[in-house]
């Protein structure tokens, strides 16, 4: 594809403003001229050749186009008797460079980015028009049939449209324009528009009206029309352009998506805080801080700032920007009540929503697969569980015993208010991997055999793990435990106050168990500290204090006296329904230590919301079982059912077919 541009008429009507150069090197802003507008448009539409007709001031014209640092390869054809001619008698002096699909332009004319971008767009060809200004008196209209141009010139009223010499002409229907203007400038009619030849094709040409309503498309004729067109190219250059980015690597689709909106106006990048990614995604693997150094240095960004929640209310209402930008993918699907409040809140103020074509290039899915490999890793994985606690405050947690379940704790998502839920990290449970295993919770499953759970979960999913560590064993023990741990990726471990034969909590009094001393544990803590090797794994100190019935009392001065040993988190329990003495220690706690993160396991306390326990200073909420009780009773009723029937077809209604299981199931993590 060429551009044809015009420029060998005299402008003689823009009075001074032309009497040293060419109308088109009028300037239309501190910044640009006619022509240079018209030269960068068409150098980022990605077209490489330009014919440019000259005439008067040629070669003012000519040291001017090659002076603008653009990549364009420019032809100059000079009209020898431009004076005396109309453009029709230029473009046949430059017709042996015009063999092609041409996008055909008058000098003097200025459009905004979208218009151009629609003419290039267009597979028809077509002139740009529109059906919302008044018919000019004495410029070009369009008489339009169908849809399609069927005649241009100053003269025509009826059935016409304003219309502007902006023409995608593709190479078919030009060679039939071309050849009308060959045979008028060859019997001598060259005082007229092209236009006169095309109106003698009776549509032959085949050109499309293309309606650009009130966007700006405008020639420049005289110095009013220089006022106008530089008031309204002000008000599109101050135009802002708002997007919101979550991603933590950036790619080509990015900056095409953001080239095209700078198009549109100043670029406004919202970077998504961590706390409202991980919300909706995962915890991005860069923080929102650098997230927001990238965007600041892609050219021509014009302001970085933070997006705090999924909703855009609260920046749109800040900025206004005049349009926002976003992929078409959130048309339908978990994210369409955020794109509902978008286009509400724009309404009020007269703002556009602009979509773009999701891309769904394979080469932008293999590089976001290729970073959740990377979350995978020990060192990656290792240090999200801290990140995300600062991010999100409160962070919850669901138990995984294998492969699989590590699987549903992964990928189960719950979609609610535009956002997406998911859980953030899994708990590797004692009690859970021993039943799994068919063996009581005593710490008779050994070490070797847990962190093979471990690793059978890591092989296949990306969130960071807490480990249930029992009562760390015997201090000497401890501190190879908390190195293999960091060596697996795992994020924090919890130790229990309890020594002896440790049974499960949710006993209680019921079986014998023995707290630990302040002292012994708080040695325990230390030596697991001074082991640890990586900064940010994480020894949480648990506190069966109320559990074993010593008040709370004994539970605070074992917390604060932990605290001073270096845990990193405290963990308080209860195997209560009711949640009030759970409440009352976080209060006590927290009135004296505002910072260090407190673990809830609330099994028997269910009845509390996740937002409540964040509310009353709680920060990691795990669920400790409920797959596991979810899974047994229905293997147990599946058996059942296969035994009373002696066959499998009864059972079948409520079981999931093994395809949907496999689903599950990765080709690679
Ligand atoms: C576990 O899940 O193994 C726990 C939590 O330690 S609890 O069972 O509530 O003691
Ligand atoms: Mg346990």
Not at 401 to 406: I, K, M, P, S
Request: with cysteine; hydrophobic share 40%; glycine share 6%.
């Amino acid at each position: 594809m060429k551009a044809l541009i015009l420029n060998s008429g005299l402008g003689s009507r823009m009075g001074v403003l032309t009497s040293e150069h060419p109308k088109c090197m009028t300037e239309i802003s501190s910044r640009e001229t006619i022509l240079s507008r018209q030269l960068r448009q068409i150098a980022d539409a990605g077209i490489e050749d330009v014919v440019i007709t000259t005439g008067y001031y040629d070669s003012v014209l000519v040291n001017y186009c090659n002076s603008l640092d653009l990549s364009l390869h420019f032809t100059f054809v000079k009209n020898p008797i431009y004076d005396q001619t109309n453009y029709i008698y230029s473009i046949y002096c430059a017709r042996e460079y015009l063999d092609d699909d041409i996008i055909l332009m008058h000098g003097d004319l200025v459009f905004e980015n979208e218009v151009f971008e629609r003419v290039i767009a267009s597979p028809v060809s077509c002139m740009t028009v529109s059906s919302t200004l008044p018919l000019p008196e004495k410029d070009f209209k369009a008489v339009v049939r169908d849809g399609m141009v069927m005649k241009v010139g100053v003269e025509f009223f009826n059935e016409a449209m304003e219309a502007q010499a902006l023409y995608k002409l593709n190479k078919e229907d030009w060679m039939v324009w071309l050849g009308k203007i060959i045979e008028f400038c060859e019997s001598e009619k060259t005082k007229v528009y092209a236009e006169n030849a095309l109106n003698e094709l009776d549509g032959a040409a085949n050109i499309h009206a293309l309606d650009v309503e009130n966007l700006l498309c405008s020639e420049i004729d005289n110095p009013e029309d220089l006022a106008v067109v530089t008031v309204k190219l002000k008000e599109i250059q101050s135009r802002t352009v708002y997007m919101c980015f979550s991603t933590d690597i950036i790619h080509g689709g990015h900056i095409a998506i953001i080239k095209k909106a700078q198009k549109l106006g100043r670029v406004i990048i919202g970077v998504l805080s961590d706390e409202a990614v991980a919300s909706y995604k995962r915890m991005p693997l860069v923080p929102a801080s650098e997230r927001k150094v990238m965007f600041e240095n892609i050219a021509g960004v014009y302001k970085v700032v933070d997006q705090n929640t999924l909703s855009y209310k609260e920046n749109l209402e800040k900025y206004k920007p005049s349009i926002v930008v976003h992929g078409d993918d959130w048309v339908t699907g978990f994210q369409r009540p955020i794109r509902d409040e978008v286009t509400a809140i724009l309404a009020t103020y007269g703002g556009k929503l602009v979509e773009y074509p999701y891309s769904t290039d394979p080469k932008y899915a293999e590089i976001d697969a290729r970073t959740r490999s990377d979350l995978a890793m020990p060192d990656i994985r290792r240090g999200r569980l801290k990140r995300m606690l600062d991010a999100k405050g409160l962070v919850t947690v669901m138990e995984a015993h294998d492969g699989l379940t590590g699987l549903i704790v992964e990928n189960t998502v719950v979609h609610q208010d535009g956002g997406a839920h998911q859980f953030d990290a899994m708990w590797i449970s004692s009690l859970c991997d021993s039943t799994a295993k068919g063996k009581p919770d005593i710490e008779l499953v050994d070490m070797t055999s847990r962190f093979r759970t471990i690793e059978d979960i890591t092989e296949v999913t990306t969130k960071p793990i807490i480990f249930d560590g029992d009562t760390g064993g015997k201090t000497e023990h401890f501190v190879y435990t908390v190195r293999s741990l960091e060596r697996l990726g795992v994020s924090m471990v919890i130790i229990e106050d309890k020594t002896g034969l440790k049974k499960n909590s949710l006993f209680g009094t019921e079986v014998v168990q023995t707290q630990d001393t302040i002292e012994n544990f708080s040695a325990k803590i230390r030596a697991g500290k001074k082991a640890q090797r990586t900064k940010e794994f994480m020894i949480c100190a648990r506190i069966e204090s109320l559990i074993l019935e010593q008040g709370m009392e004994d539970a605070l001065t074992r917390a604060f006296a932990f605290v001073d040993a270096g845990a990193d988190a405290i963990m308080i329990h209860s195997r209560k329904k009711d949640p009030s003495e759970i409440q009352e220690f976080i209060e006590k706690f927290r009135a004296k230590d505002k910072t260090t993160p407190i673990v809830l396991v609330p099994t028997s306390f269910n009845s509390v919301t996740e937002e409540e326990w964040k509310q009353r200073g709680a920060n990691i909420i795990i669920y400790a079982n409920q797959l596991m009780r979810a899974e047994v009773p229905a293997m147990q009723k599946a058996a059942k059912m296969i035994l009373e029937n002696h066959r499998a077809e009864e059972c079948d209604a409520m079981l999931m077919p093994f395809k949907d299981i496999i689903r599950l199931i990765p080709a690679e993590v």
